[in-house]
């Protein structure tokens, strides 16, 4: 009879969440190493003392575990999928049939239970993501699910919570400058890697709380390539040191708040020219260049004990020349990753549905390849069922064998341990899942160290005859324009009327038109802010409103909402600045810095070519 976990031996979120939020909101939490290596994985106090449970030790003995479980159990924990609805057992009616249509089932804990997964991802595009409340009682809904039906094993609820650029959670949970953000922090300040830990150390504690015990973050890609279109300011920086010391900052942090850290995309993503998400990247560094710029920050990571890493969908003849991507490459994922760099914890494959891992084999293929190539965890298949059946048959054809599956569960499993999944409830039932929420999600504390990081970040690049700090006192009337992206989870506007919001918040008259009104309304500003976002060589609107506003004669303070690299592919204006993303908390730290509220001390951690030097930053 397979092995049950019952609900009262199994941590559910909830009462995962109740601990991490007593605890886990105010440590600070000292590094931890790879299972078997010099100390034990996991959280170790900020003396240095090893943590209480040893390294390879799961509660629930989980080798006695994987001998009770069926093949199709064991496979199963090889799965993290995705799954529509904001409920584990009662989603929207749209939610149930795109669940019916794909899986075969209605609700999320009826596929947990008809495929026995080891994990469920969220996205917003799924629905999964609505409140941190909702997210929580998602969370202890699935995880209950998952309690009473096969082996008993607990989920990984994973997301990408990497902040700036790209969040799944949204307000009022805490919403925290991203990773170039985070490498702007000028290392001769001191601390950058202390507030980059403090950034994961909250955005951990807040997803542990809704029940997410995974994160896909952070991103160890060394961006060498101005044009990535994939990486871009989702990575530290373009030096690889730097990179490094903020990749093991935050691995520390977000798994000293009981958090599962993922470096990616391994072996990496950032210089290449070609999304994965719809193509197949090639990477055309030599051997030498890869150990020079793209292994430093993987080998922190691997170093500070990071839980997972993640592959890349992408070619790198270097380092393979079969011409197959790096999810399915032995040579990198056992060759290097295992064997050079000495990783001993989970290996998560990039999402199987995206075109760069499905362009050379069919997806019946791509699940059984991943895990020859070394892989243990399989990313939201196109078609789980599918993907499930093609293991299965793998494993009963011999192509794979039952000890290489519980290779993988067994490395599941202890990472499920060491992150608190399992364990014995001999207390009175901890607080509930909302009361967790409450007491860690958006809290004052949280929303005041995301501020005071944000403001370390942002980057004055030029400043002309001194134009700034503009002086609220005198009322100035300001004009702010330019672009309005999309805005990105929980942002409570697009960034014009949130950037003029936080101005005339400090004293300032500003308003926000959009491009097509600016210039005849720019005569008799005080200056114009032109908010720019990812502008393309060569000529452009954006460039064209830009050239158009300097002809006014009025003042032009250029704000890079998103990639610093803008200036260089505009005229020069009166004053630059970059801010990296355009979230709230930045764009307030930008208004403090416009006015002088705030002294700016951010550093460029990218060249900007014909432009700006690698650690260029003014201050007043």
């Known amino acids: 009879?397979?092995?049950?976990?019952?609900?009262?031996?199994?941590?559910?979120?909830?009462?995962?969440?109740?601990?991490?939020?007593?605890?886990?909101?105010?440590?600070?939490?000292?590094?931890?190493?790879?299972?078997?290596?010099?100390?034990?994985?996991?959280?170790?106090?900020?003396?240095?003392?090893?943590?209480?449970?040893?390294?390879?030790?799961?509660?629930?003995?989980?080798?006695?575990?994987?001998?009770?479980?069926?093949?199709?159990?064991?496979?199963?924990?090889?799965?993290?999928?995705?799954?529509?609805?904001?409920?584990?057992?009662?989603?929207?009616?749209?939610?149930?049939?795109?669940?019916?249509?794909?899986?075969?089932?209605?609700?999320?804990?009826?596929?947990?239970?008809?495929?026995?997964?080891?994990?469920?991802?969220?996205?917003?595009?799924?629905?999964?993501?609505?409140?941190?409340?909702?997210?929580?009682?998602?969370?202890?809904?699935?995880?209950?699910?998952?309690?009473?039906?096969?082996?008993?094993?607990?989920?990984?609820?994973?997301?990408?919570?990497?902040?700036?650029?790209?969040?799944?959670?949204?307000?009022?949970?805490?919403?925290?400058?991203?990773?170039?953000?985070?490498?702007?922090?000028a290392p001769e300040s001191g601390g950058a890697a202390a507030e980059a830990r403090r950034a994961a150390r909250v955005a951990g504690a807040e997803l542990a709380a809704m029940g997410i015990r995974h994160n896909y973050a952070p991103v160890a890609d060394v961006n060498v390539d101005p044009a990535n279109p994939v990486i871009g300011v989702r990575s530290f920086g373009a030096d690889p040191r730097a990179v490094a010391a903020l990749v093991a900052a935050q691995v520390r942090g977000y798994q000293g708040a009981g958090v599962a850290a993922t470096v990616k995309h391994f072996p990496g993503h950032g210089d290449t020219g070609t999304d994965s998400h719809?193509?197949?990247?090639?990477?055309?560094?030599?051997?030498?260049?890869?150990?020079?710029?793209?292994?430093?920050?993987?080998?922190?990571?691997?170093?500070?004990?990071?839980?997972?890493?993640?592959?890349a969908h992408i070619v790198f003849p270097a380092l393979d020349p079969s011409g197959d991507p790096a999810t399915l490459s032995r040579p990198i994922v056992t060759g290097i990753l295992r064997?050079?760099?000495?990783?001993?914890?989970?290996?998560?494959?990039?999402?199987?549905?995206?075109?760069?891992?499905?362009?050379?084999?069919?997806?019946?293929?791509?699940?059984?390849?991943?895990?020859?190539?070394?892989?243990?965890?399989?990313?939201?298949?196109?078609?789980?069922?599918?993907?499930?059946?093609?293991?299965l048959a793998a494993v009963e054809s011999g192509e794979l064998t039952r000890a290489r599956i519980e290779e993988s569960v067994l490395r599941i499993l202890e990472l499920k341990a060491r992150r608190g999944l399992f364990g014995e409830v001999t207390a009175p039932a901890p607080a509930s899942a909302g009361a967790a929420v409450d007491a860690a999600v958006g809290i004052p504390a949280h929303l005041a160290a995301a501020d005071e990081i944000a403001g370390r970040t942002t980057t004055l690049l030029a400043n002309a005859a001194k134009l700034l700090p503009l002086d609220p006192a005198a009322r100035p009337l300001l004009l702010v324009t330019g672009s309005d992206p999309v805005s990105p989870t929980g942002t409570t506007g697009p960034p014009t009327a949130v950037l003029a919001r936080e101005l005339s918040a400090l004293g300032c008259r500003a308003t926000a038109l959009p491009p097509a009104r600016a210039v005849a309304a720019a005569p008799g500003n005080a200056a114009v802010l032109v908010c720019t976002y990812n502008v393309p060589e060569g000529a452009s609107p954006q460039r064209d409103l830009v050239t158009e506003l300097l002809a006014t004669g009025v003042p032009v303070v250029l704000v890079a909402i998103r990639n610093p690299y803008d200036p260089a592919r505009l005229p020069s204006c009166a004053a630059e600045l970059a801010t990296y993303t355009w979230t709230d908390v930045e764009l307030r730290a930008a208004a403090r810095v416009l006015t002088g509220a705030l002294r700016p001390t951010g550093r460029l951690p990218v060249p900007v070519p014909g432009r700006y030097p690698l650690g260029h930053g003014l201050t007043y």
Not at 151 to 170: C, K, M, W
Not at 283 to 295: N, P, S, V
């Open 1 to 185: 009879m397979p092995y049950q976990a019952s609900r009262r031996t199994l941590l559910t979120a909830a009462a995962v969440a109740a601990v991490t939020a007593a605890g886990a909101v105010t440590a600070a939490v000292g590094p931890s190493r790879t299972p078997g290596g010099p100390a034990p994985h996991g959280p170790v106090p900020d003396d240095g003392r090893p943590g209480d449970r040893p390294p390879g030790r799961a509660p629930g003995r989980p080798r006695e575990t994987m001998a009770r479980m069926s093949l199709a159990e064991l496979v199963g924990q090889l799965f993290v999928s995705r799954a529509y609805g904001h409920s584990a057992t009662d989603p929207a009616p749209e939610d149930a049939e795109r669940n019916q249509a794909l899986f075969g089932v209605r609700t999320a804990a009826e596929l947990v239970a008809r495929y026995h997964l080891g994990g469920i991802v969220y996205f917003g595009w799924a629905h999964n993501t609505r409140t941190p409340h909702q997210i929580a009682e998602l969370s202890a809904g699935l995880q209950k699910a998952a309690a009473d039906s096969g082996a008993g094993i607990p989920l990984l609820l994973s997301t990408d919570q990497e902040h700036g650029a790209v969040a799944r959670v949204g307000k009022p949970a805490t919403l925290l400058p991203g990773a170039m953000a985070l490498g702007a922090m």
């Open 278 to 311: 719809v193509g197949l990247p090639l990477m055309k560094h030599t051997r030498a260049q890869w150990e020079e710029l793209d292994e430093p920050p993987f080998r922190a990571a691997v170093e500070a004990g990071v839980d997972v890493v993640m592959t």
């Open 339 to 391: 064997e050079r760099l000495g990783f001993r914890g989970v290996v998560v494959t990039d999402a199987l549905d995206m075109a760069g891992v499905r362009q050379k084999y069919g997806d019946d293929r791509v699940p059984v390849l991943a895990l020859k190539a070394g892989c243990d965890q399989l990313l939201n298949p196109p078609d789980l069922g599918l993907a499930h059946r093609s293991v």
